[in-house]
């Protein structure tokens, strides 16, 4: 076998590979060998048909096999030799495969990009802190009675908070534009569901009532003809609906699956499930500017095998999120090529910063994480088990933590300003940064 590599980009390599004629002669005769002793055609009896007949037959099917095999298998043995790790699997192009003649091919594959990590010190970060009050809390049940409400219809004038069941038909410059007209349509006023003024301008109105308001669309409204725009609407109200809330005791309290005696247990609950999602939102919208920290100081190369297997991966991703109706490969893969990207130099930036800096699992922070999420559940104990107990599951837990600890890297050197923020905000910042 003889090896020659070239090198066409930062990242794509050619391989050409010659393997002797013998050797390929020599595997097809002993496939051949092995076909004739278990092939069965018509007139022959088992393991008697003549080599001739099994040649003019099988000849040129072995031939094609072994060639495919040999190049797979040189393939691997090559990249061995020269010490190269592909990205991803090689687009293999044979050269010359006639009989006789020694095998020549090109493997076209990509690998992995060099990177040269920037200067950290220029990263800028900004680190949202914040503290639960007891607004808060009271805003936090206040929702969670309202998910649990019961409607009743009144005649009095509405309000916020208040469900309307309205018709409205919306006109900009007297015509009408699409997705601005609507019959029976449920509206919680204050849930700002609509485009701004619109909710404000029928507080007041009851059931039976005829409605025309004048709005104007933002300046950044998705329809592009319709930004910054005047628009009429003519609203008629059919039922004006105030939501009657659950009282607090232990038959609501369970609907959330907390076990608590009163209300004040009950609060304490809740308390600590913010708490929990306060960090999570913290440590997101750290960890995404962190990111994008890395990606302005460092330029990295994407190999297309990486960027096209994440693309699929976000593609079936899509698939069972919106229940697994369609095959993932007719999404368009342009609307994931973004996504994709940056997901991938992601990856490689962090493992880079791994290598550079000789980073390690730290063991008690993979005790640590797997104990904050053994704790959300009624059995800590027996969830613990299950994660040291199975090492794929906790395989993920430690790649977590890695990236944790990378995340930690980058502040240790960035620039890290501290930003108080309410909890509502931090909450936001952090569900906005997610995927």
Do not use: C
């Not at 009532?209 to 009429?232: M, Q």
């Not at 500017?289 to 699929?312: K, R, W």
Request: proline share 4%; no cysteine; aromatic share 6%.
């Amino acid at each position: 076998m003889q090896v020659s590599v070239e090198t066409t980009s930062n990242i794509e390599r050619h391989m050409t590979i010659s393997v002797p004629a013998q050797e390929i002669e020599q595997a097809v005769q002993k496939r051949l060998q092995e076909t004739a002793r278990t092939v069965r055609l018509n007139g022959f009896r088992p393991g008697k048909v003549p080599m001739s007949v099994v040649k003019r037959r099988f000849g040129d099917s072995v031939r094609q096999e072994i060639v495919g095999d040999i190049m797979r298998d040189t393939y691997t043995k090559a990249l061995q030799e020269q010490d190269i790790t592909p990205a991803g699997w090689p687009k293999l192009e044979p050269k010359t495969m006639e009989a006789g003649k020694d095998l020549e091919f090109v493997a076209i594959f990509e690998v992995l990009p060099e990177i040269v990590l920037g200067d950290l010190s220029k990263i800028s970060i900004e680190k949202l802190t914040s503290e639960i009050t007891d607004k808060d809390i009271d805003t936090m049940i206040d929702n969670l009675r309202r998910q649990q409400a019961t409607m009743k219809s009144v005649k009095r004038k509405s309000k916020n908070k208040d469900v309307l069941t309205i018709d409205f038909k919306g006109t900009v410059d007297g015509e009408e534009f699409e997705d601005g007209a609507a019959e029976g349509h449920k509206l919680t006023l204050g849930s700002d569901q609509m485009i701004p003024g619109f909710e404000k301008a029928i507080v007041g109105g009851k059931a039976g009532e005829d409605l025309e308001i004048e709005v104007t669309f933002p300046e950044d409204y998705h329809n592009e003809d319709l930004k910054g725009k005047p628009a009429k609407f003519e609203i008629k109200i059919h039922e004006v609906e105030e939501p009657q809330l659950p009282e607090l005791n232990a038959e609501f309290f369970t609907k959330f699956g907390i076990e608590a005696e009163d209300e004040a247990a009950f609060r304490e609950e809740v308390k600590k499930n913010m708490e929990r999602e306060l960090k999570q939102a913290v440590a997101n919208k750290v960890k995404n500017d962190v990111v994008d920290g890395l990606l302005e100081t460092t330029e990295v190369d994407i190999p297309s095998t990486l960027a096209d297997q994440e693309i699929d991966r976000l593609r079936q991703d899509a698939v069972k999120r919106f229940g697994g109706q369609v095959d993932f490969q007719q999404l368009p893969k342009e609307i994931f090529q973004d996504q994709a990207e940056r997901r991938v130099k992601t990856g490689l930036l962090f493992q880079e910063v791994v290598k550079a800096n000789d980073l390690k699992v730290d063991p008690a922070k993979v005790d640590e994480k797997i104990q904050e999420i053994a704790s959300t559940y009624e059995q800590p104990e027996e969830v613990i088990a299950h994660f040291n107990g199975d090492p794929e599951q906790k395989s993920q837990i430690e790649s977590s933590v890695l990236e944790d600890q990378v995340v930690d890297y980058v502040l240790s050197q960035a620039k890290v300003t501290d930003k108080k923020v309410k909890y509502e905000e931090a909450i936001q910042a952090g569900q906005s940064q997610q995927g």
